[in-house]
């Protein structure tokens, strides 16, 4: 294999960041109790979506991080119930 350089990072560009951040939080939500790694993967995905949201315009996503920040902590605690119910309010506050 040959290396040239790195690959370039996908940065959903303009408005592309909800439907990509909405379509995340769905994956995570779906498997966030699967065995055999859904809360690994689930809790790395909310992260990735929250640092996403906020680098691109914190003041404008600040409720829906919280809400994600929140609900990472319920699913490293197994609170699924909970962590599911933060998702989902997450999700409507992308609009």
Known sequence: MEVLRPKPL?????????P????????????????????LFATQTIGQVRAALAERDD???????E????AEEDAVHREFATARKLLDEAATGLG
């Open 10 to 18: 996908d940065t959903h560009p303009g408005g592309e960041i909800v």
């Open 20 to 39: 990509w951040a909405r379509s995340q939080i769905e994956i995570a939500r779906s498997i966030l109790d699967n065995p055999g790694g859904g809360l």
């Open 59 to 65: 003041a404008r996503w600040t409720k829906v991080i």
């Open 67 to 70: 809400a994600l920040g929140r």
